[in-house]
């Protein structure tokens, strides 16, 4: 029996909306903002199911290196891949890194990522951003229309993005719409607080006629956000 996840918010986004005071909070009545706050609700269940519940058993582990551990599974016709290690920060420290979109670039060193926009508050724990990857040879560009949020269980600390729906921000040009199932973080900090085991979990479609040689190299390099985001931590704190 998997434990239910009850929203809870420790800090909140409040940093955001003084960085960003633009920053548009979107109507929660709405069909579909309902929608991006479910998805959300769902995608932390779903995390906590696949690192302490329901889903933690029967990950491969393909590769243990320099304090970083890779493992892939199949749920449902979808194949993860998951990394594990140590990031030195407080949990704080990095969900407000990640969990900023437009801060991305900071630390993603795999050369993939364009540019993040955050288009709008959706609930003090949850907003809606936009993401562009850089195209390759002959392969356009991809972007995701994401819900991201968090919460804190015990003293772990959860957090999640996943593709949405919404009117304001349709297809572009030139760019393909991809679909991301995962990206999802999970964080136990130390006694102190100073550092965390961190779990990051991903999966995705990127969509379109793109060779299987790019989506391999895209999703194997996955795992490797949980050292880029460790080495960005330790650069700044020298």
Same mark, same amino acid.
């Given at each position: 029996?998997?434990?239910?996840?009850?929203?809870?918010?420790?800090?909140?986004?409040?940093?955001?909306?003084?960085?960003?005071?633009?920053?548009?909070?979107?109507?929660?009545?709405?069909?579909?903002?309902?929608?991006?706050?479910?998805?959300?609700?769902?995608?932390?269940?779903?995390?906590?199911?696949?690192?302490?519940?329901?889903?933690?058993?029967?990950?491969?582990?393909?590769?243990? $290196? *320099?304090?970083?551990?890779? &493992?892939?599974?199949?749920? =449902?016709?979808?194949?993860?891949?998951?990394? #594990? !290690? %140590?990031?030195?920060?407080?949990?704080?420290?990095?969900?407000?890194?990640?969990?900023?979109?437009?801060?991305?670039?900071?630390?993603?060193?795999?050369?993939?990522?364009?540019?993040?926009?955050?288009?709008?508050?959706?609930?003090?724990?949850?907003?809606?951003?936009?993401?562009?990857?850089?195209?390759?040879?002959?392969?356009?560009?991809?972007?995701?229309?994401?819900?991201?949020?968090?919460?804190?269980?015990?003293?772990?600390?959860?957090?999640?993005?996943?593709?949405?729906?919404?009117?304001?921000?349709?297809?572009? $040009? *030139?760019?393909?719409?991809? &679909?991301?199932?995962?990206? =999802?973080?999970?964080?136990?900090?130390?006694? #102190? !607080? %100073?550092?965390?085991?961190?779990?990051?979990?991903?999966?995705?479609?990127?969509?379109?006629?793109?060779?299987?040689?790019?989506?391999?190299?895209?999703?194997?390099?996955?795992?490797?956000?949980?050292?880029?985001?460790?080495?960005?931590?330790?650069?700044?704190?020298?």
């Amino acid at each position: 029996m998997s434990k239910e996840i009850v929203i809870d918010n420790p800090f909140g986004f409040d940093d955001l909306r003084e960085n960003y005071p633009e920053l548009v909070t979107l109507d929660k009545e709405k069909d579909e903002v309902k929608t991006m706050i479910s998805t959300v609700k769902k995608g932390l269940q779903e995390i906590y199911d696949k690192v302490k519940g329901t889903e933690s058993d029967g990950w491969k582990e393909t590769y243990n $290196k *320099k304090g970083l551990i890779k &493992k892939v599974k199949d749920i =449902d016709n979808i194949h993860y891949v998951r990394g #594990e !290690g %140590t990031i030195h920060a407080s949990p704080e420290e990095i969900i407000r890194l990640i969990g900023d979109i437009r801060l991305r670039s900071k630390w993603d060193k795999t050369g993939d990522f364009n540019t993040g926009t955050v288009l709008g508050e959706v609930t003090e724990w949850a907003t809606l951003s936009r993401v562009l990857f850089n195209g390759q040879f002959m392969v356009q560009q991809r972007d995701f229309v994401l819900a991201g949020g968090y919460t804190k269980i015990e003293k772990d600390y959860m957090m999640v993005a996943r593709s949405v729906e919404y009117s304001g921000y349709g297809e572009q $040009k *030139k760019t393909t719409r991809a &679909k991301l199932h995962s990206s =999802d973080w999970y964080l136990t900090p130390n006694e #102190e !607080g %100073t550092e965390c085991h961190a779990i990051y979990i991903a999966a995705f479609d990127l969509c379109g006629r793109i060779p299987q040689k790019i989506t391999n190299r895209v999703c194997n390099s996955q795992p490797e956000l949980v050292t880029m985001v460790d080495n960005y931590f330790k650069k700044i704190k020298k």
